[in-house]
């Protein structure tokens, strides 16, 4: 039985997997009890296909960049599983968006991310051996340095990408998908050990820049 864990976007969605079924289910990110509402969804969708959570092998997750707390949640869960005995797989978050956003086998995109005060994480990637695969190494530019150098034909990113880059370029909206990512975890056949596994952030986030200028003596 496998697991997806997409919350890396406020639309976040889990997925459970098992022969021909498929569950899935919606997760509401942003409060202070995340794995309270979690957990009861898991248990559902594994109900749902004839299992239950125990009975989990295989999670691929989104470990981001994007949300603070849905992919430290996503991450933390699919951490807890795999010292359970469950095989994980990690995705940095633009491979996890091509597989949702882009058509299986469509030209090189650029997947533009956590856009903030003019910076972005990008990565792009190509369609190669049956999967979306990265084009060098997905990193925190700036948005003008970005497109002068590299002028991405195709460019997927959500309505935080100001107007001036969305000229020259077909832009592609950014989707997230569990199920999406259970079709990668069946091709995909890499895996993450847990030392390897852990949140991917393009900054320091700003819950933590907040609690630090907080700290005493800081």
Known sequence: MKLALELSQREATIAVGHHEKVATRPVSMGGRQEHDVLWPMIEEATHEVGGKPSDLCEVVVNAGPGG?????????????????????????????????????????????????????????????????????????VELETFFAQHKPARVVADAHLPEEFQSGCEIIPLRTSARALLKRLEKDASRTSLEELRPIYPRVPEAVRLWEERRPGS
């Open 68 to 140: 603070f707390t849905g992919v430290r949640t996503a991450v933390a869960t699919a951490a807890m599983l795999g010292r359970l005995g469950a095989q994980i797989l990690a995705l940095p978050a633009h491979l996890a968006v091509a597989e949702a956003s882009l058509a299986d086998g469509s030209a090189e995109a650029s997947i533009v991310l956590a856009v903030k005060n003019h910076r972005a994480w990008i990565g792009t990637v190509h369609w190669q051996d049956g999967r979306w695969t990265t084009s060098g190494s997905a990193e925190d």
